[in-house]
């Protein structure tokens, strides 16, 4: 009697995404085997050829918007993202925005009634 092979598992699929530049998305979709990691996923979609600034950078990695590390094992349909960092503080750039607009044109203030006291 033969011994019957072991079932062989079903690829993962699985999609990374990266956006170089505001506006700009590159997409990679991944046929992957099981028990795959993030790390395996990167170097598989040749993401570091396309990009090799990344390979320089400390990567900001996550699945499905969820900060991950690079041993992470993906599931079916996953979607790993690399983040680049942020050029600007948003606090900093908020109140930066607030000055340039000015007082009287942004906020509480943009809009008074005749008559009214401040602030209302």
């Known amino acids: 009697m033969a011994k019957p092979e072991a079932a062989k598992a079903d690829p993962v699929h699985i999609v ?4 170089p530049a505001p506006r700009q998305v590159q997409e990679w979709s991944l046929e992957l085997a099981e028990g795959t990691s993030v790390e395996q996923a990167l170097a ?5 050829e396309a990009f090799p600034a990344l390979l320089a950078s400390r990567l900001a990695i996550g699945v499905w918007g969820r900060k991950s590390s690079l041993a992470h094992h993906l599931r079916d349909n996953d ?21 340039r607009q000015g ?16 602030g209302y």
């Open 16 to 19: 990374l995404v990266y956006s």
């Open 44 to 48: 598989a979609s040749g993401v570091f």
């Open 79 to 99: 979607r790993v993202e690399i983040y680049r960092g942020l050029r600007v503080d948003p606090k900093v750039a908020r109140r930066e925005r607030f000055n």
């Open 103 to 118: 007082v009287k044109s942004a906020g509480l203030f943009a809009r008074t009634r005749a008559g009214a006291k401040a």
